[in-house]
């Protein structure tokens, strides 16, 4: 039995990167969707073929000062709404699926939110099919006549291949063909008639290069990572198909299929440190129809499990993966070369995320949200993942990739760290409901297609010379046609290769017997055969001898032609080596250029950041300066400040204390007063009762003079002054009217026997202001009483208008004051000598000084005075008294 071999995945042997050192950007392709309603308002304008602009819509300010901001977006191609899905492919996915069948690896992913088109793109629809359907139509049209038989490659659960011989591979054919329960290769279109014509005969592709000299398998295999787990869409339930099944209900379920929760998967990492799914199912299918058929069993299973387990399909990623297994023929052409060296596999992964919104446009609760929550983390995690390797080849930094932190970037981490082309279709939907979510779609794709990816470097090829399976073809053709001249048409028509073989032997004798005595027709007869078959024995001895020269030929033209081959690869190699060593010198050139340039450019950083901080020295110097100036003039004006106000509060405590000195005097005046107007009373009284002894008397006031001692009043009442009585005039008051008035005499007023008395009509008179008496008048007056300069009471009227508050209350402006006084005219004179020294130098009396004329300034009371409500200063010499 012949070994079986196993193959490994073209991927960086670890821990080494791969010898190729040029980069390949990161090919990021927009499609923009078509608008649901005509009328329905958009937020996405195609620029270009490559760019895009994002409009706000209305309502909405992108920006503090109100005003609409309009964004660009380039991509490396854009297609608009009238793009077909087969101009998609040709740009997107056919170079990914030539690199495929030319032992390279790929990535492709859509991006987008919900309803902008994601699923249509990779899967589309009858008459429309998308970017899969397209690649596994233009795999088989490519590879169609090269594939080998079933169950030749197999698969060994840890992420390589196995080549199995012929007697093997035979077994497990019969072995699938005895178990009716897997589906056999369809000849004719049978799959799901949802997928039914989705390519059309005048749109299939074929790529071109294709090596004839290997042998091809196509497995695929179809998984679900939803939230954060890892599910098989292809693999099979077992179930009991006697037992019948049940609901939760009670009623037998459908087609007689239990669902079963799917069990999650897991990570492994390969002997090529190369990540994959432990478990997985990988089916291997030989046409695009059987391709489909598979594709749509784990479309089925996928929204039974959706169903059952009330889950949201747009909130999972789905990765279709084509894997490509190749072998080189071996010398003659006819099998696989059983050598796990030449033995090749190659994937295209494509990868549907889940919708990139947040998830409080989910609508979702509880678990729900959480699981939301999960998918959008792995999103982030991909755009860290990107940040994080943007960063490290712009800036020139080691930083670690959190890989790890989301399955989807752990499964992929390889095609970012070199291991294939990385493409990916940001879909995106012009309505204006999506344009926060794209916007946020927008600046993902534009830091993406920043990152660098290394490009994979070619697979070593085998050393057998090419045009193995041609030239066995040629030989069995030509045999076959030379075999046909000679014995013709092989219909029965003419004679065949056996009868012309036959007529070359030497011709048999009459082989009649005479009777039972004949002893010469059977010995001559078998004589003849001998002699045939010594004939047929040299011819196959010739036969042989020629095969085997031709062989020997063959095999030597071979080796001089493999040695020849060998030669030109050993140059090659050679060629190679120095190609590669001139490459170093140019990237270690290349890295010293960029370490100076950043350095240089660090250098800037650093002297622009010192000048920085020197200006803001001197600035902060010059705010200390400016600072500790104005702290001394607060100082200083401070200090002015507290002098100032000592000053005042000095001169208030004087001012205060003269202003108790004279109220205390006035008040001491007024309680004298008082005692001799009382006195008054009791003299006139015992006047009028002694009958004759009063008209005499006269009353006497206390002097106001500051060198008069005031005499102790004594209880008994004072002599009267003899002479007859004078009645004191008064000045008529002038606020006689038809207003009501508020008249406010206090307790405290002394009550005069004057003959003119302030009498006011039609008023409410009051001891003491109130709001009630106010609200009801519209004039106020305030009887109020002092001592004159000449130690008579004088009775002063001050009157005033009521006015409305804003508040609801009353206040009183003050118009105007006057003034009720008496003089007794026998009185002794309050007239005073101005003191004069005469010629000895002693005091002599001077001229008479009147109290008034000393005092020139008198007070009026007047409306809209600045001293307060209706006083006003005006200084005007009185009239002297006659």
């Known amino acids: 039995m012949i070994r079986q071999a196993k193959g490994k995945t073209p991927r960086r042997p670890p821990p080494k990167k791969p010898s190729n050192s040029q980069k390949d950007p990161v090919g990021v392709y927009c499609r923009v969707r078509p608008l649901g309603e005509e009328d329905e308002e958009c937020c996405i304008e195609v620029i270009s073929n490559t760019t895009i602009q994002l409009h706000a819509p209305d309502g909405l300010k992108a920006n503090r000062n109100g005003e609409f901001k309009e964004t660009q977006y380039s991509f490396k191609k854009v297609f608009g709404i009238k793009t077909s899905q087969m101009e998609l492919f040709e740009d997107v996915a056919k170079p990914l699926v030539e690199d495929l069948i030319h032992c390279k690896n790929g990535l492709l992913f859509t991006y987008g939110v919900t309803g902008s088109g994601k699923t249509y793109t990779m899967t589309g629809s009858p008459g429309q099919g998308g970017l899969l359907p397209r690649s596994l139509d233009m795999i088989f049209n490519s590879i169609s006549p090269y594939q080998a038989k079933r169950y030749v490659f197999k698969p060994d659960d840890k992420n390589g291949m196995e080549v199995q011989n012929q007697v093997d591979a035979l077994l497990d054919r019969q072995k699938r063909d005895s178990q009716t329960s897997v589906p056999k290769t369809p000849t004719a279109r049978r799959f799901d008639p949802e997928f039914a014509d989705m390519i059309s005969p005048e749109e299939a592709c074929k790529a071109g290069g294709v090596d004839e000299d290997s042998s091809y398998s196509v497995f695929v295999s179809y998984i679900e990572i939803y939230n954060n787990y890892i599910y098989d869409l292809l693999e099979e339930t077992p179930f009991d198909p006697i037992k019948p099944k049940w609901n939760g209900a009670g009623t037998p379920l459908k087609n007689n299929i239990e669902f079963i929760p799917p069990q999650s998967k897991i990570l492994r990492e390969d002997q090529n440190h190369n990540m994959y799914v432990a478990g997985c199912t990988e089916v291997e ?523 609801g209350g009353q206040s009183v402006q003050f118009t105007d004051i006057e003034t009720l006084k008496q003089e007794n005219p026998v009185a002794a004179s309050r007239k005073r000598r101005s003191s004069e020294s005469g010629p000895d130098g002693e005091p002599v009396e001077g001229s008479w000084t009147d109290v008034e004329t000393r005092c020139s300034v008198a007070v009026e009371m007047r409306a809209g005075s600045n001293l307060g409500p209706g006083y006003q200063h005006h200084g005007y010499p009185k009239r002297r008294k006659p």
């Open 285 to 807: 299918v030989k046409s695009t129809e059987e391709a489909f058929e598979v594709f749509w069993r784990g479309q089925k299973k996928r929204r039974i499990a959706n169903t059952q387990l009330n889950r949201e399909s747009s909130r999972s990623h789905s990765v279709f993966i084509i894997k490509l297994a190749q072998a080189p023929l071996d010398a003659d052409g006819d099998n696989v070369l059983q050598d796990k060296s030449q033995v090749n596999v190659s994937q295209l992964c494509l990868v549907d995320l889940a919708g990139s919104e947040r998830t409080s446009r989910t609508r979702a609760e509880g678990s729900r949200l959480r699981e939301a929550g999960n998918i959008n983390q792995s999103l982030m995690t991909l755009r860290t993942c990107i940040e994080v390797l943007r960063e490290n080849q712009m800036c020139g930094t080691n930083k670690m990739v959190p890989y790890r932190d989301s399955k989807v970037t752990h499964l992929f981490k390889n095609y970012f760290d070199g291991e294939g082309k990385v493409r990916m279709v940001v879909c995106v939907n012009p309505k204006a409901d999506d344009y926060e979510e794209t916007l946020l779609v927008m600046r993902f794709a534009e830091m993406t297609q920043e990152v660098e990816v290394a490009r994979p470097v070619d697979r070593p090829i085998c050393g057998f010379a090419a045009g193995r399976r041609q030239r066995n073809q040629a030989f069995k053709e030509e045999l076959t046609r030379r075999l046909e001249e000679r014995g013709g048409p092989l219909d029965g028509d003419s004679p065949t290769v056996l009868n012309q073989l036959l007529q070359s032997f030497p011709p048999l004798p009459p082989c009649e017997i005479s009777g039972p005595n004949d002893d010469v027709t059977l010995p001559r007869l078998i004589e003849a055969l001998e002699k045939r078959h010594k004939f047929r024995q040299m011819m196959v001895e010739e036969y042989n001898k020629t095969a085997n020269m031709l062989k020997s030929v063959l095999q030597e033209q071979d080796s001089n032609l493999l040695s020849k081959e060998n030669f030109l690869q050993e140059q090659r190699g050679r060629l190679g080596e120095k190609d590669k060593m001139i490459q170093n010198q140019k990237n270690e050139i290349d890295r010293l250029e960029k370490k100076s340039k950043m350095l240089e450019y660090k250098i800037d950083i650093l002297q622009k950041t010192t000048n920085i901080y020197e200006e803001d020295k001197r600035s902060l110097q010059q705010e200390l300066e400016s600072r500790e100036q104005r702290l001394q003039r607060e100082m200083s004006e401070k200090r002015r400040m507290e002098s100032r106000m000592q000053g005042i509060v000095t001169d208030a405590k004087l001012k205060w204390e003269k202003e108790c000195e004279r109220r205390v005097n006035a008040k001491q005046l007024e309680m004298q007063n008082k005692l001799w107007v009382k006195d008054e009373k009791l003299k006139q009284l015992k006047a009028i009762v002694t009958e004759g002894k009063s008209e005499n008397r006269q009353p006497q006031r206390p002097s106001r003079e500051k060198d008069k001692v005031p005499a102790k009043r004594s209880a008994s009442p004072s002599p009267v002054p003899t002479g007859p009585p004078v009645r004191p005039l008064h000045r008529r008051s002038h606020s006689a009217g038809g207003e009501r008035w508020v008249d406010h005499k206090p307790n405290t007023n002394v009550d005069l026997d004057t003959v003119l008395q302030p009498n006011i009509p039609n008023a409410i008179k009051v001891n003491a202001p109130n709001e009630k008496a106010l609200s009801k008048c519209d004039k106020y007056v305030l009887t109020h009483q002092e001592v004159a300069s000449d130690g008579e009471i004088q009775t002063k009227l001050i009157k005033g208008e009521v006015f409305k508050t804003r508040g």
